[in-house]
């Protein structure tokens, strides 16, 4: 059964440009979840996708934005990159559809911006 | 706005002995988990607790939850090297939704 994965595992990136993140979630799970969790820190919600719409969305800028396909996958692009978006970014899994609420999280992204 | 707060935030024990970390959350929560995190590593699930008095255990680890005081607990029981991880606790709020993080504690167990 696989898990949660993620693509790419690392990225360097430089201030200004945009990067796309991808995420496929576990087998028969509808719901996807990204977290940016910045060094030393817990993780932070940025949004959720169900059924190919952001159902919610954290305290994070627009320059962050999403998008669920309907094979459930989901990207995560964030745009005009700032020192600060450097971090750990971490997809997580449910399957709401069936009122099963666990989020299981996949490796991450390991996002560096110079 | 909620808080979910965490303490300690760095907690160094000997093999073989006991401790609790204590996670308190500012408003009703529908569930709440407990998870695992290695250096450089994703995050993995240790408990979820449903209910107020639920109380799981899992080898030296055991976690309970008291929705009334909003004050949820992991307990460590002879602990060991392998413990040796950042434990976070999340509050889901709303069904499912966001996952609200406390700050982590930091747990280096030595011989």
């Known amino acids: 059964d696989a898990g949660v994965t993620q693509s790419p595992t690392h990225l360097i990136k430089t201030r200004g440009q945009q990067v796309t993140l991808r995420c496929s979630p576990k087998s028969g799970h509808d719901t996807v979840s990204w977290y940016q969790q910045a060094l030393g820190q817990g993780p932070q919600f940025i949004f959720q996708y169900y059924e190919e719409e952001e159902r919610q969305r954290g305290n994070f800028p627009d320059r962050f934005s999403g998008h669920q396909f309907p094979n459930y996958s989901s990207e995560l692009n964030v745009n005009a990159l700032l020192l600060g978006d450097s971090a750990l970014y971490l997809c997580?899994?449910?399957?709401?559809?069936?009122?099963?609420?666990?989020?299981?999280f996949g490796p991450g992204t390991r996002l560096t911006v110079t | 706005e909620l808080k979910v707060e965490q303490n300690p935030l760095f907690l160094s024990m000997q093999e073989g002995k006991n401790y609790t970390i204590y996670c308190n959350y500012s408003t009703t929560s529908d569930r709440l988990y407990w998870y695992r995190q290695d250096p450089g590593k994703s995050l993995e699930s240790l408990f979820v607790l449903l209910s107020n008095g639920a109380v799981k255990q899992e080898g030296r680890l055991m976690a309970s939850l008291d929705t009334k005081a909003r004050l949820s607990t992991l307990h460590i029981t002879a602990a060991v090297h392998d413990l040796s991880a950042t434990y976070f606790c999340a509050v889901d709020i709303d069904s499912g939704y966001a996952l609200n993080f406390g700050k982590g504690t930091s747990l280096l167990v030595t011989p």
């Open positions: 997580a899994s449910s399957n709401q559809g069936r009122g099963s609420y666990e989020q299981y």
